[in-house]
């Protein structure tokens, strides 16, 4: 019982029978359907349209057009509202914009009676534009004479921030030394999220409010959003969140909610649903980050990190959506993973394009950083022959770290035993002996790769979370959190955390995983790897008041001292001889029905958490590089991670492996491609290159658990790291395997064939 | 603002639009339905099934009988449990019944794809009896040798309960006296609640648990019923309550939700559809109980009131539901509403007989009682030739009385004064002259009639309800009610109290209609009358703690003691000068998006009611008689009701209106016939003759305005007094109109012209 154990989860049966309702089985009768019009360029402003054609369309029932939504800009990214003016995120669009930032940008919605009427009106709404040159990279957009996107930002450069960690400039710092330098500029592309339920949302009225149902990660924040998007009061509107088929961060943006209330309000509060296809949501949702990282850093012989110089360029897209937290936290993450001996010189840019608009997406710019910073590692350790791990031994984040800027400390270390563990488990002193000196033309390899991972956003930003608990009549309890269940298995290891604090068994904790802000505890929601470091403290606050508060009831029924017991699988026990005294089912009824004293025992608990702790890792990976089809195959592979205490080793283990899954797509086929016009080139998955079971090798996992203090129950993040060290690692291992250093993702037999030629291998 | 005022129902729009959410419109796609298989015997048991042309029709998924169904008793009515045994209700069937008690009994259940396939399959099960002689009166049912319809009751008789009030018997009381009596048996008849929305439910399973959505006075005891009919914790059952269309009492019973619990489950846990329909709710789900009241009185020449011997049958039905509650209710009103100088004797019956079963009916046995007493009164009043309204006066209910048996005190007393109101509203006395010495077909009277009704069920029960509150960021609230809306404007109600409480202004109160077993804080329903005294209470509770913590955090904002400030439509302000210190919305926002000190205000409270107050009230009416049609006209009638301080007087004026024409369908056409055989012979709304808007006078309500020190806000029970007076005042009319008593109801044609040409006045 308790925290440590594989509980099955809660939601098991329901999800692989079908019982599991998502927001497409909750739909009431009779919604009217709404199709967005898109544009069909990437930069420019609306002149006009005309809707005679669609709006002859049988069933339709309204067009609304950008120029009759509110003049109201407001913000989409999924973070805790800031009161500090200079802390809030970027109001840079409206519910649909009259100017045109990237392809398939919202400019109209038509509400019909069903789809296909909806669907054929929206092709045939004819729209006039003026039309820009789109810029598709970041040279384009802050080249002299860009066009503006935003007035806000004159220059597309929507942030840059630049820190220095040690003394004077990288030159200043390699002057003079002798060391070897390496210029290398790591490029990630952007890929999508590819959540098996697209966004869907249904809105409709009642009681003079509205009413959105949607699949999101943040209900809380939807409804704020919303309320921004429409100047209407937070109060006015109620959201609620279903089982959701997974986010990955696209739902951590709010996306089509503000839009989907805003035309329920359109046709007399009429229920209206709001499905955004996968076309749609590959290439008008959010994407990872294309990010560069211009690197120069300077090593000596002996392999000492002597200084850095980072300048990371981060391709926003349209819309600002969580902009520069991102690249901000690429360089972060460059910063702590290694320690320079000298200097680290940082700059970051995010600049608006006019290609799909990056958001948060798992690991929220640790991906781009790892892939910089390790592919460096194993240039560096290459260029003065060091084995790689080794030279990671000597110059990651050290014990006991503590970042200068934000002060998050590793309050437990567990990076190098990680990798020990990897070393041991791939046998990486073994297999890098056996690949030296490999010919023919397929060749293996072994690569790794390290990070570290903050938990939580503090103290960037708010992290705050509540719980309440209710007994019921038969001695169990209800849990309900402001925390959502986003298919990592959240509503699991909260009913085990539950369980823990109260002495009430799993069984006997029913967790409500619908979240509803008219009733549900306030939590800003799933992101960050936040829930069971952050959410869990406001388990184990409420559990504990409501513990005591059970404890006061048999107190009084027993005429004992509250402190003198406890509660142990259901039963009122004495804390010392553990001796039963009453069972829960008799006090809870006796609390309920009692002629004197009858008390509805609940309870209900606020986390301001105050709080962040390092997850690290490290993935090893081993691959078979068949150079003239320039194909990896990856042959073995783990991740080894330190994330604390884990509340339910087999979910802790399923985390892995799905993050693991995301990696190996990130490393090897994911890209989202545009034409020149800036018009997605596959946005579907046949096209997009998502990894299958049948591209996926064997996933291995290894923990090394460290109680951590900070930690509700000892825990640190584990739900987006996973994803952050699979890349850098496959392509440190294609280069053991060949020599060759690719430097940009992903490693597709384009790009290999053509690296291979150059190098004259094939 | 607040309590008093004449706020628009919080539900008035949806349920005039039709957006308002019934329990049909929640139903999820794809569920089953089931029909109930009825026995076409009264009395008996089912010795066997023939299910072969039932199972064959296309779409039948299951049959279950009553051979198929757990072999546990269990009780259906609406009381919060006891935990002593002996004041358990009465747990006499199971969820399908072997021994058939009732016309109409549940032995069966379909279960089919649609309705038309459910309801054909009903109708082909083939069914075995061995049957036994109906017994549709108490006389019947407690004669020697009369069949047993539950083992437990041997001779029929559920309870007998008696009393004496004062010395000795009435016998001796009257022995020796000067004094004239009466020997009467008042008789009322059987009659149905006619809510708009018969019983209707569905059931599906969810992580193992049952979900049960249901048209319902009181989710949180279905919530137990079905736990103890189907023998799970309480803990694995989920029930939710939508807005309702009526119940009055009916849905005080927890009727078919434990079958239809039962029945998802026999379908791996599929939704499962249970709709009853307008024939299946007459005959099959409760009526009030016919009780018939063997009344002796014994008054002097001056009309003092010297004693009377009650003695009571209620006829029962099949079932225990509500039992022995009722009657002994009737008794108690019997014995309050008039003082006898010397002795009250008291005997009441509750007997198990094989009509329609008898359950909480709006009035809950008071209507019974006043029929009795106020008939009462004008017989002696005529004995003694004197004003039945100075009767009334003279031997009533006198101010500061108290029980002598549930102590139960008169807190504050508006009886006298609500005669007076009345007197003067219908001028009395001129009208009383002016019909004096009538001849001719069709003559014109005046009648009255009084009552009291005390205020939820303390000390006979337990009264506790618990409420909760939220903030919201814009500085609104969300209010949870345990208590139910049922059409009675609840909602608004407490509303009302919340905004009085808290200084938040109603707009800003946004109540959630829908209770939910999981999340909604517990009350054990709408019932008593309790709701706007005993949940309003809690209101009152929750909303102080609430205010509290909200001056709390404006106490850190505003760096000023709590206690100096006071909130004041939606602002913080300081207490003695009023002066605004901060608007909610910006403390709100802080509280949750403060980076010091976020938190989620939020105040929940148990109000375990230890406390009772008696309503009072009266209705005069005036009526014009046309003998030989036996048609009673009522051409003028008023209710007026001590109540306490009205929360919401438009409101309260509407409740008296539903109540009053409830009455005046008692008094005049209503009545739920059997043939001898037991089976209904008007069991639909063609041939139960429920008045409609064109039966119906002006109704006329007067109230006088007492502010109780027990009541929240000096609030008493509104809720059933209504419907209470009528009968007994248009039966008064009737015989100051034509000089003749009737001592049944309801005065239909038939029995009227019997009656008088009986009196020879036709």
């Known amino acids: 019982m308790g925290v440590g154990n594989n509980m099955v989860r809660v939601d098991a049966i329901e999800k692989v029978t079908g019982g599991a309702k998502y927001t497409a089985d909750l739909e009431p009768k009779g ?140 030159q200043e710092a390699v002057e003079g030394e002798d060391v070897v330098e390496i210029d290398h500029v790591y490029a990630t592309q952007s890929v999508q999220h590819c959540h098996i339920e697209t966004p869907i949302s ?70 209206v649903r709001m499905e955004i ?42 819309y600002a959506s969580h902009a520069h937290a991102i690249v901000a936290n690429t360089s972060n993450e460059f910063k702590q993973i290694y320690h320079d001996e000298k200097t680290l010189e940082s700059d970051a840019y995010t600049v608006y394009t006019n290609i799909a608009t990056g958001g948060a997406m798992r690991g929220y710019g640790i991906p781009q950083a790892a892939f910089a910073a390790e592919c460096m590692a194993d240039d560096l350790a290459v260029a003065v022959h060091m084995d790689p791990l080794e030279f990671r031994m000597k110059n990651c984040m050290p014990e006991g770290y503590v970042d200068p800027h934000t002060h998050v400390a590793c309050n437990t270390y567990g990076l190098k035993e990680c990798m020990e563990k990897g070393r041991n488990y791939i046998h990486w002193d073994e297999k890098r002996k056996e690949y030296e000196n490999q010919t023919g033309p397929v060749r293996k390899g072994i690569g790794m790769a390290i990070f570290c991972y903050k938990t939580g956003v503090y103290p960037i930003s708010l992290e705050t979370a509540s719980c309440r608990m209710v007994l019921n009549q038969d001695g169990s309890m209800q849990l309900q959190m402001g925390a959502t269940e986003i298919g990592q298995g959240a509503d699991t290891v909260f009913t085990q955390m539950a369980a823990e604090t109260t002495g009430i068994t799993e069984d006997k904790v029913h967790i409500l995983s619908t979240q509803d802000t008219d009733i549900t505890p306030f939590d800003t929601g799933a992101y960050a790897s936040r829930q069971t470091y952050v959410s869990g403290m406001a388990v184990k606050k409420a559990g504990l008041i409501f513990k005591d508060r059970i404890l006061d009831y048999a107190a009084y029924m027993l005429d004992k001292e509250k402190d003198t017991m406890d509660i142990q699988n259901n039963v009122v026990v004495d804390k010392e001889s553990r001796e039963k005294l009453l069972d829960m089912a008799e006090l809870a009824t006796t609390a309920f029905y009692s002629l004197d004293r009858s008390i ?163």
């Not at 040279?139 to 002299?144: G, P, Q, T």
């Not at 924040?221 to 986010?247: C, D, F, H, T, W």
């Not at 120069?296 to 002996?302: C, G, I, L, P, S």
């Open 600 to 762: 509805h025992i609940t309870a209900e608990a606020t986390s301001h958490c105050k709080d962040n702790t390092f997850a690290t890792g490290a993935c090893f990976a081993e691959v078979e590089v068949d150079m003239p089809l320039g194909k990896v195959k990856v042959t073995n592979i783990v991740n080894v991670h330190d994330s604390g205490v884990l509340i339910n080793p087999k979910l802790a283990e399923a985390q892995v492996h799905g993050g693991m899954s995301m990696g190996l797509g990130y490393a090897l086929s994911e890209e989202l491609l545009f034409d020149k016009s800036g018009r997605p080139l596959n946005d579907n998955l046949l096209d997009y290159k998502l990894p299958t079971s049948m591209d996926t090798p064997d996933l291995h996992v290894q923990f090394v658990e460290l109680d951590d203090p900070t930690g509700p129950f000892g825990n640190k993040a584990l739900g987006e790291p996973p994803a952050i060290p699979v890349a850098p690692a496959i392509r440190n291992a294609v280069l053991n395997a060949t020599g060759v250093a690719v430097d940009s993702l992903p490693l597709d037999p384009q790009k290999l064939v053509a690296h291979f030629k150059a190098a004259e291998l094939i």
């Open 31 to 170: 919604l009217l359907v709404a199709k967005v019009v898109r544009s069909t360029i990437a930069n420019g402003v609306v002149k006009s349209f005309d809707l005679e054609a669609a709006l002859a369309v049988p069933g339709v029932v309204k067009i609304v057009t950008c120029f009759d939504v509110p003049d109201i800009q407001f913000p989409t990214p999924g973070h805790p509202w800031s009161v500090e003016t200079a802390h809030q995120d970027i109001a840079d669009r409206k519910l649909l914009n009259t100017r045109v930032r990237v392809y398939g940008d919202d400019i109209a919605a038509v509400i019909a009676e069903d789809e296909i009427a909806a669907s054929r009106a929206a092709r045939l709404v004819k729209v006039e534009y003026e039309e820009y040159e789109p810029m598709l990279t970041v040279e384009a957009a802050i080249a002299e004479g860009a066009t503006v996107l935003h007035e806000e930002k004159p220059g597309n450069v929507i942030a840059h921030s630049s820190f220095v960690v040690g003394e004077g400039t990288y």
């Open 277 to 318: 296809s996968r076309e749609e949501t590959l290439a008008c949702t959010r994407v990872r980050h294309a990010i560069k990282c211009h690197v120069k850093a300077a090593v000596k012989k002996d392999g000492t990190l002597v200084a850095r110089k980072f300048e990371a360029y981060s391709n926003q897209g349209g």
């Open 202 to 271: 249904f809105a409709y009225m009642e009681k003079g409010r509205i009413v959105v149902t949607t699949s999101t990660q943040i209900p809380h924040i939807v409804r704020r959003v919303i309320s921004q998007a429409l100047g209407i009061p937070a109060g006015e509107i109620r959201v609620i969140k279903p089982y959701i088929g997974g986010g990955f961060g696209n739902k951590q943006d709010v996306l089509y909610e503000p839009l989907n209330a805003f035309l329920c309000t359109q046709v007399g509060g009429r229920g």
